[in-house]
């Protein structure tokens, strides 16, 4: 044997899902698990050393968990969160519900604008504890690896007091973040009669700051009707690439506003929302290879009457992923199982393409897929064991939390004792 000694074994799956690939999920792959039936896992120093069949699982190991069954997969990845804000807009969801639209909440001060006051008002210490409940209960639901935007600053000062939340909370929790800078994700209050003032100080200022100190790996921009048109989106982007952050973008949500145009033109890792993207707009993704973020939490939530075109997305071979887009106005939704009803429900994809697309294909969203989202040798060792006997279960049990013990880096998180945790 290769390893005769290793940390965690991992065995008598009913399936496993490795999700194993060359790169994204694209196209008829898309719904291509890789499951091994009676598979099992074994992780060493943090990384997975091998995978097979359970009978093949010969190892000496500290731990041996038997799945008994059930489903074993990659820890889920959440592609885009705002985790990191104070207060929360359950008022405003109860205007939408008596008629009121997001944008009319938005012009009259509220929306995004309203948790910018509440932000700014809160210490470093209220803000890290908020997120870190947040991020306690997103663990509870399966996810092991997230990003999470800035964006609720909207000036110097608080912008890099938000990155400087995610940074300590990502050392010290379980779940890694993967930090983006949204200093354009609204123009703020004061910069109302001049805007151009505000784009200097995210390009001139809040950029290089960023870079220099390693805050952020990715620049964001909400391009949309009356937030950045996309030549401001492209101004930002490119600034921000000049400084080593890595373009995402908000595309195409309220409106068809070119944003999906502007996510192939910089080369963007990654475009979310993309309700109306133009069908040049998503041939310019694929050619640069942009993984289109989808975020049917929002889709609910905002009860979006138009719907991104996810299947022409799947025939063009665009990579899809999904995430929570968690945050209090558009998308208060933790956990990743719900997302991926959601999508089946509402977008039309399968269960094995919604599993694809919230593991492996989320993890290119972030530029994390060589070492995240599947279960393949080489990766983090992060693990979910399910209570469910198929991964059609995820999305079926419509707001059931299927998550019955997390492994992050080979290490058990969290236990329940319907799995058995033999010497
Ligand atoms: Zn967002």
């Keep these: 044997?290769?390893?005769?000694?290793?940390?965690?074994?991992?065995?008598?799956?009913?399936?496993?899902?490795?999700?194993?690939?060359?790169?994204?999920?694209?196209?008829?792959?898309?719904?291509?698990?890789?499951?091994?039936?009676?598979?099992?896992?074994a992780a060493k120093d943090g990384k997975i050393c091998w995978v097979g069949l359970s009978q093949d699982a010969g190892f000496s190991s500290q731990r041996v968990l038997d799945a008994c069954g059930k489903v074993v997969m990659p820890g889920f990845v959440d592609p885009h969160t705002h985790l990191v804000f104070a207060g929360s807009r359950e008022d405003e969801?109860?205007?939408?519900?008596?008629?009121?639209?997001?944008?009319?909440i938005a012009e009259g001060g509220g929306g995004i604008r309203s948790t910018v006051r509440a932000t700014r008002k809160a210490s470093r210490e209220e803000l890290f504890d908020l997120a870190k409940r947040r991020l306690d209960v997103m663990l509870s639901w399966g996810t092991t690896t997230a990003e999470a935007k800035s964006g609720y600053g909207l000036n110097y000062t608080d912008e890099l007091k938000l990155l400087e939340v995610i940074r300590s909370l990502s050392g010290q929790h379980t779940v890694d973040l993967v930090p983006t800078f949204l200093g354009a994700h609204e123009v703020p209050d004061e910069y109302r009669e001049e805007r151009e003032a505000y784009i200097d100080?995210?390009?001139?200022?809040?950029?290089?700051?960023?870079?220099?100190?390693?805050?952020?790996?990715?620049?964001?921009?909400?391009?949309?009707?009356?937030?950045?048109?996309?030549?401001?989106?492209?101004?930002?982007?490119?600034?921000?690439?000049?400084?080593?952050?890595?373009?995402?973008?908000?595309?195409?949500?309220?409106?068809?506003?070119?944003?999906?145009?502007?996510?192939?033109?910089?080369?963007a890792i990654s475009a979310a929302h993309l309700n109306y993207p133009s069908?040049?707009?998503?041939?310019?993704?694929?050619?640069?290879?942009?993984?289109?973020?989808?975020?049917?939490?929002?889709?609910?939530?905002?009860?979006?009457?138009?719907?991104?075109?996810?299947?022409?997305?799947?025939?063009?071979?665009?990579?899809?992923?999904?995430?929570?887009?968690?945050?209090?106005?558009?998308?208060?939704?933790?956990?990743?199982?719900?997302?991926?009803?959601?999508?089946?429900?509402?977008?039309?994809?399968?269960?094995?393409?919604?599993?694809?697309?919230?593991?492996?294909?989320?993890?290119?969203?972030?530029?994390?897929?060589?070492?995240?989202?599947?279960?393949?040798?080489?990766?983090?060792?992060?693990?979910?064991?399910?209570?469910?006997?198929?991964?059609?279960e995820i999305p079926y049990w419509f707001g059931h939390n299927p998550v019955e013990l997390v492994i992050k880096r080979g290490e058990i998180i969290k236990t329940s004792a319907r799995t058995e945790n033999r010497e």
């Design 1 to 41: 044997m290769i390893f005769d000694k290793v940390d965690l074994v991992v065995r008598n799956a009913g399936q496993l899902l490795t999700l194993r690939s060359g790169g994204p999920k694209v196209g008829k792959d898309l719904a291509d698990l890789g499951i091994i039936e009676g598979g099992a896992t």
């Design 279 to 392: 069908e040049r707009g998503l041939a310019t993704m694929r050619d640069a290879r942009t993984v289109a973020v989808l975020l049917p939490g929002a889709s609910l939530f905002l009860k979006e009457n138009d719907l991104p075109p996810v299947r022409r997305m799947v025939e063009l071979g665009l990579p899809v992923a999904l995430a929570t887009d968690f945050n209090p106005g558009s998308s208060p939704v933790y956990g990743m199982p719900v997302v991926l009803s959601l999508s089946c429900l509402l977008f039309g994809l399968t269960p094995a393409e919604a599993v694809s697309a919230a593991t492996l294909n989320a993890a290119y969203a972030i530029d994390l897929g060589e070492r995240v989202g599947s279960i393949e040798v080489g990766k983090d060792a992060d693990l979910l064991i399910l209570n469910v006997e198929s991964y059609k």
């Design 93 to 104: 969801f109860e205007q939408r519900l008596k008629g009121v639209s997001y944008r009319e």
């Design 201 to 267: 100080l995210l390009t001139d200022e809040l950029i290089p700051e960023v870079a220099k100190r390693g805050l952020a790996r990715f620049c964001d921009v909400f391009c949309e009707e009356g937030v950045f048109d996309p030549v401001e989106s492209r101004t930002i982007l490119w600034r921000g690439q000049e400084f080593g952050l890595k373009a995402k973008i908000h595309a195409d949500e309220l409106s068809p506003s070119g944003g999906a145009e502007v996510a192939g033109e910089v080369g």
